[in-house]
């Protein structure tokens, strides 16, 4: 039998290749349906679901990465914000200094 390479549109499944053997000696053609690998013959609805899993895959990537990015901005503020704490208790320290001085001074101006 040889194999010629017309492809026809009669195959089971619209997705898996049929090819016409004719025998040398018979005009008759004879259809067949060529097997795929396992990998190729996914159906659509297995391909769908697959994709579905692929975007969730990246969606969850970039929500993680998204997540680790606010959780250093929140630290990085956070920390601005302790700094800011110091630096105005320092200064709130330093004022009610200045205020028992001119207290003081006031205080013994009056006596």
């Known amino acids: ?18 090819y016409q053997l004719r025998s040398p000696n018979s005009g008759l053609a004879q259809s067949i349906v060529m097997a ?10 297995s ?8 975007k969730r895959e990246v969606r969850l990537m970039k929500n ?3 997540a680790r990015e606010c959780r250093r901005k929140k630290k990085e503020y956070v920390k601005c ?15 009610i200094e200045e205020l028992k001085a001119l207290k003081d001074i006031y205080c013994h101006k009056a006596e």
């Open 81 to 95: 914000l302790e700094n800011r704490v110091a630096v105005l208790e320092n200064q709130n320290k330093t004022l």
């Open 1 to 18: 039998m040889a194999v010629t390479g017309d492809e026809t549109e009669s195959a089971a499944t619209g997705d898996i290749p049929a």
């Open 36 to 45: 795929a690998s396992p990998g190729s013959m996914q159906n659509p609805t």
């Open 47 to 54: 391909q769908h679901a697959e994709e579905i899993t692929r």
């Open 64 to 66: 993680r990465e998204a």
